[in-house]
């Protein structure tokens, strides 16, 4: 079974700052990944995925994230945080036969002036 | 134009009621997902459906019925609410085959069982 641990439910910065969000996993086959992030009381809007191309991933805000397969993560990085980072981000596990997302129970990103 | 969308945004109901959500999407996939996300946040698959067929069914209570009655369209009725049902609910699709399975999301409905 595919399982997914993000480290810290709660991670605040300043702006400007760097943002590192954790993400470990754990999947028997080749894993595809994804992170997502929530607005408050909006939907999931998908931020960045890693299907077995190339192992650095880039995504959209100036996100980006680096698949690990000898540490099993897929943390999430981005150089210089903005107020409007201030979100729920959540990573998430499928693969190649999978009919389901199995999410990290989330990070809350909070973006100190 | 909203590729996937949901009717209701908010329901606020009484314990024992029948509610019904409803989730369209318009990105010609051909499958469609009920997720819950209870008070902390956490997201946990209900059902899937792929060409109106029930692919996964996650323990979830009898209580609970999907309805696809075609590729775009995944309803979600729900019996004899319980205080216990109060969450958000997400409505998401994709492509079978699709590269990574990449879901797309509703904006969530948020049912308050009083």
């Known amino acids: 079974a595919q399982s997914v641990t993000q480290l810290g439910s709660h991670v605040s910065v300043s702006e400007g700052a760097l943002v590192l969000l954790r993400c470990n996993y754990s999947?028997?086959?080749?894993?595809?990944l994804f992170w997502y992030v929530q607005y408050p009381n909006q939907g999931l809007q998908l931020l960045l995925k890693y299907t077995s191309a190339a192992t650095l991933v880039k995504g959209i805000n100036g996100f980006e994230a680096e698949f690990k397969k000898s540490e099993t993560s897929f943390h999430l990085t981005k150089p210089s945080a903005h107020m409007s980072d201030a979100a729920e981000y959540f990573c998430?596990?499928?693969?190649?036969?999978?009919?389901?997302?199995?999410f990290g129970q989330g990070t809350r990103l909070t973006i100190n002036p | 134009d909203t590729a996937v969308s949901q009717t209701p945004k908010y329901l606020v109901t009484q314990m024992g009621n029948d509610k019904s959500i409803k989730c369209e999407q318009n990105?010609?996939?051909?499958?469609m997902y009920w997720y819950k996300q209870d008070s902390k946040k956490f997201l946990k698959i209900m059902f899937s459906?792929?060409?109106?067929?029930?692919?996964i069914n996650e323990t979830v209570p009898n209580r609970f019925s999907p309805k696809s009655p075609d590729k775009a369209h995944l309803n979600l009725h729900i019996n004899s609410l319980e205080l216990g049902d109060s969450a958000v609910y997400f409505c998401a699709s994709s492509l079978r085959g699709g590269l990574g399975n990449e879901q797309f999301f509703g904006p969530g409905t948020r049912l308050t069982v009083l």
């Open positions: 999947s028997s086959v080749p894993p595809y």
């Open positions: 459906y792929n060409n109106k067929e029930l692919i």
């Open positions: 990105l010609g996939h051909d499958t």
């Open positions: 998430a596990v499928s693969d190649e036969g999978a009919q389901k997302l199995v």
